[in-house]
Nanobody, 116 residues
Framework: QVQLVESGGGLVQAGGSLRLSCAAS????????MAWYRQAPGKQRDLVAF???????NYGDSVKGRFTISRDKAKNTVYLQMNNLKSEDTGIYSC??????????WGRGTQVTVSS
């Protein structure tokens, strides 16, 4: 049973920072890519960042230069360092992983609220 558990969300002031973590357990096959998505109230889920098995990264335009995604392959954990947070960054941040067989798994999400 693959499970993803996100942590690190909370309430911060604009300009502040948070570091999100997502730990995967119950993994049978090696993980390929890992990603962070967010969903604001009344909006669709958007890709924030993803990282490949070779550690290549990609970011959504709204977070480039402010967020950094990284992973610890030994721990099956992906991180999202969020700096210079803006009110527009508010939302539920969810972790997604893809294993080498093509299966996708999602976490329940962690709330990030940025006050201004």
């Amino acid at each position: 049973q693959v499970q993803l558990v996100e942590s690190g969300g909370g309430l911060v002031q604009a300009g502040g920072s948070l570091r999100l973590s997502c730990a995967a357990s119950g993994i049978i096959y090696r993980l390929d890519s890992m990603a962070w998505y967010r969903q604001a109230p009344g909006k669709q889920r958007d890709l924030v960042a993803f990282i490949t098995s070779s550690d290549s990264t990609n970011y959504g335009d709204s977070v480039k230069g402010r967020f950094t995604i990284s992973r610890d392959k030994a721990k099956n954990t992906v991180y999202l360092q969020m700096n210079n947070l803006k009110s527009e960054d508010t939302g539920i941040y969810s972790c997604e992983v893809l294993d080498v067989t093509g299966r996708t798994f999602w976490g329940r999400g962690t709330q990030v609220t940025v006050s201004s």
